[in-house]
């Protein structure tokens, strides 16, 4: 297993995954149709990760766990949507389902953490679906926890609610960097 920045050739892998990941991790919380229709949306998505590899955010880490010659994850940092111009974001983290519960995530939560600390933020938020249980179990392993702001919008005829989390990242040696271990 390698943990690597993406390059533009992972483009490719990078949509496939990012709509299996989709399917498998909101299934129950978004429609059914949604999810199973997005197996047309590779190629945009696809499109979407080869800009964000070219022209990145300000702050971005694109890191991808690669096993062999295959992309089976990825995390996604930069500098935050919102907020003060030193606050990161990790914007998304995907494994391939199939790979859920084997230690793949932390493998890339480790050194997306490190690398935004690196980047100078001292602190970073997230957004996660309210019922996604098993993804916020994840994100409270690793120190990040609920700041109390919320937001519900409806997204293909479904009322969800997200619930945004925040983690002070400080330096190499602050607490929430040893809860990573």
Known sequence: MQIRPAAPADAPALGRLHVRAWQSAYRGMLPDDYLDALDAQAEPRERM???LIERP???QTLLVAEDGRAVVGFC???RAREGPPDLGELFS???DPDRIGTGLGAALMRP???AMRAAGFPAAV???LDANDLARRFYERFGWRPDGTVKEETLWGVTVR???YRIELGGAGSESSRKTG
Do not use: F
Request: net charge negative; proline share 0%.
């Open 93 to 95: 983290i995907y494994v």
């Open 126 to 128: 997230l957004w996660v």
């Open 76 to 78: 996604h940092t930069a």
């Open 57 to 59: 955010r300000d702050g």
């Open 49 to 51: 990760w080869r800009d």
């Open 162 to 164: 997200e619930v945004r």
């Open 112 to 114: 997306s953490l490190d």
